[in-house]
């Protein structure tokens, strides 16, 4: 059996870097496994756009600082891209619609404790 590979919501790589009491028990379980936990970049681009307008406190250079704590870069691809468009509208925020086309084209679980996701038939935990 292919273990399960995860895809982290936006909050919850924020949550883990900070090592903020919001991240769930089954996040950290995960986190401290040894299973294989993504990072995309549309994260760091969401993360990116609401610190330079003021909307976020979060820590520079996140592309270099998530490989150190353990997270994997996936790349946004044309076809992610593309994809979007063919996903029903359950959820307006476009940097979440790319994480869920990513986790249903990549075949992976999303870490995340947003329950519009379900709408999806995205694994989530």
């Given at each position: 059996?292919?273990?399960?590979?995860?895809?982290?919501?936006?909050?919850?790589?924020?949550?883990?870097?900070?090592?903020?009491?919001?991240?769930?028990?089954?996040?950290k379980?995960?986190?401290?496994?040894?299973?294989?936990?993504?990072?995309?970049?549309?994260?760091?681009?969401?993360?990116?756009?609401?610190?330079s307008?003021?909307?976020?406190?979060?820590?520079?250079?996140?592309?270099?600082?998530?490989?150190?704590?353990?997270?994997?870069?996936?790349?946004?691809?044309?076809?992610?891209?593309?994809?979007?468009?063919?996903?029903?509208?359950?959820?307006?925020?476009?940097?979440?619609?790319?994480?869920?086309?990513q986790?249903?084209?990549?075949?992976?679980?999303?870490?995340?404790?947003?329950?519009?996701?379900?709408?999806?038939?995205?694994?989530?935990?």
């Open positions: 059996m292919i273990a399960p590979r995860y895809l982290a919501d936006t909050h919850v790589l924020l949550w883990a870097l900070a090592d903020d009491r919001r991240l769930l028990e089954r996040h379980s995960v986190l401290l496994s040894s299973a294989e936990v993504y990072f995309s970049a549309a994260s760091v681009w969401e993360i990116a756009i609401k610190r307008l003021g909307k976020l406190k979060a820590p520079q250079n996140l592309a270099g600082l998530l490989p150190r704590a353990g997270f994997i870069p996936l790349d946004l691809t044309p076809r992610h891209a593309e994809a979007v468009s063919d996903l029903p509208r359950h959820h307006s925020d476009p940097f979440d619609r790319l994480l869920i086309v986790a249903i084209i990549e075949k992976m679980c999303v870490m995340t404790v947003d329950r519009q996701f379900s709408h999806y038939g995205v694994e989530l935990i």
